[in-house]
């Protein structure tokens, strides 16, 4: 079984991230054949800073490898630096409907909250299939909000083995019930783009403004409060173990939960599960030589597999003669 996602370097990379993919990334490192990558040519559509680009797709290998992805048991690599893919993009678009991108809300949603709506925003998605078909992936873990992107990726393969003959692996996507959408501290979906995030790596002071900036009700503690409408209940969700869970949930509904006293025990969960990976991270980025080395090995290993498809792709449109 193929396993692939990938995450794009535009900002720190927060527990939506964790929770949707990166955690499931690698939970599967010793059951599959998983492939990793950072997504530099997708940031592109809205990071137009060289600085900001290469040094985040540089922080995001390194977040990923301290909170535990073992670069020896999945392929880890970045997106451009194996350049077939945009070829493999190229012959996708030529066969991609409009009316199918135009459905497409992530680009709408984007557009919306003012990122410039160019070309390369609008074929995201197209890049995205690429990216999928051409590692022949069976399933892709994401958040919901890729749900629509997915959907494109098996749209675009079936209609290729329809015209070009059996060709591309139809993947499936592999989003998880609890934690498809994370709430941000506003309770809206958490998102870079919303300025709503709790970063993985952020800590001590500023992490304790994020976690207290957590948005509540005003109904006083003795009263009963419903977990269902309430993020920071959420949140806690992801962090605290089923026993006290429970707990949490009686305080809930029968009174008595304080907002400002669990907002405190989330900041220590927090602490507690993502301390260690802090250290971690610090030591790769100290050392960005070795980090390019693991990256650059990655890349060798997906391109090797790239270039199968892509071959037997050139054949089957008529690119080879
Ligand atoms: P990106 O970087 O925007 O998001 C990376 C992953 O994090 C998930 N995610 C969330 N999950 C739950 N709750 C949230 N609040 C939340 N916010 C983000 C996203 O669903 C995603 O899984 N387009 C992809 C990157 C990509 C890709 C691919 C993924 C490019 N090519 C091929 C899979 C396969 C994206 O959303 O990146």
């Known amino acids: 079984m193929k396993i692939l996602s990938g995450i794009q370097p535009s900002g720190q990379l927060h527990i939506g991230n964790y929770f949707g993919m990166m955690q499931t990334m690698i939970s599967n490192m010793e059951s599959s054949e998983l492939y990793v990558f950072i997504v530099d040519l997708h940031a592109l559509t809205s990071v137009h800073d060289r600085e900001k680009l290469a040094t985040g797709t540089l922080e995001a290998a390194a977040d990923f490898l301290a909170l535990g992805l073992d670069p020896d048991k999945c392929i880890f690599w970045v997106q451009s630096d194996v350049p077939e893919v945009c070829e493999l993009m190229w012959a996708l678009s030529t066969i991609s409907p409009m009316g199918l991108l135009e459905r497409c809300h992530s ?39 890729q749900k629509q992107h997915l959907e494109v990726a098996r749209d675009l393969a079936i209609k290729f083995n329809n015209q070009y003959g059996e060709t591309f692996v139809v993947p499936e996507p592999a989003i998880s019930e609890t934690t498809a959408i994370v709430p941000g501290i506003d309770g809206q979906k958490m998102s870079k783009s919303y300025g709503n995030t709790i970063p993985i790596f952020l800590e001590g002071k500023q992490l304790k403004k994020r976690v207290m900036a957590i948005e509540t009700d005003a109904t006083p503690v003795e009263m009963p409060k419903d977990p269902d409408n309430c993020n920071l209940y959420k949140l806690m969700q992801l962090f605290a173990d089923k026993e006290r869970m429970e707990q949490i949930h009686s305080l809930y509904v029968n009174g008595g939960a304080a907002y400002g006293y669990l907002k405190l025990e989330l900041l220590d969960l927090l602490n507690e599960k993502f301390g260690k990976a802090r250290e971690k991270k610090k030591e790769y980025l100290s050392d960005p030589q070795m980090l390019r080395a693991i990256l650059a090995k990655g890349a060798d290993k997906a391109r090797e597999k790239a270039t199968v498809t892509l071959d037997l792709v050139r054949d089957r449109i008529g690119l080879s003669y």
């Not at 990122?115 to 078909?133: C, E, K, N, R």
Request: aromatic fraction near 10%; charged fraction near 25%.
């Open 107 to 145: 680009y709408k949603d984007k557009v919306a909250k003012g990122i410039a709506p160019s070309h390369g925003l609008f074929s995201y998605p197209v890049l995205m299939a690429a990216d999928i078909l051409l590692y022949q992936a069976d399933r892709v873990p994401v958040g919901k909000d």
